[in-house]
Nanobody, 122 residues
């Protein structure tokens, strides 16, 4: 069992940056692939970024590539999402997820956090 708690969201002006964190409980954190998804009001939850268990490989959704960096620290059981050059359309609830598969699909992730709100003002 893995429990995930996101933090770091908030209100930021367009062009600003935020770093989201996701703290995981459980001894097996380092064996899971981790991902970030986001859900804007009235929209489907969409893939943002993922990182394999070792941190050696990452993947990003094309529309956000270049503005995001996902990383993890297995000694701290934490995964991060650094977001730069934020735009109003990045406003959403951001969720972290843990799964056995390094995937862009929601169904591949077993555990989810409660989400953290990111609001970007213009």
């Amino acid at each position: 069992q893995v429990q995930l708690v996101e933090s770091g969201g908030g209100l930021v002006q367009a062009g600003g940056s935020l770093r989201l964190s996701c703290a995981a409980s459980g001894r097996t954190f380092s064996s899971y692939a981790m991902a970030w998804f986001r859900q804007a009001p009235g929209k489907e939850r969409e893939f943002v970024a993922a990182i394999i268990w070792s941190g050696g490989m990452t993947r990003y959704t094309d529309s956000l590539k270049g503005r995001l960096t996902i990383s993890r620290d297995n000694t701290k059981n934490t995964v991060y999402l650094q977001m730069n050059s934020l735009k109003p359309e990045d406003t959403a609830v951001y969720y972290c997820a843990a799964g056995r598969s390094y995937s862009v699909y929601r169904r591949e992730y077993e555990y989810w956090g409660q989400g953290t709100q990111v609001t970007v003002s213009s």
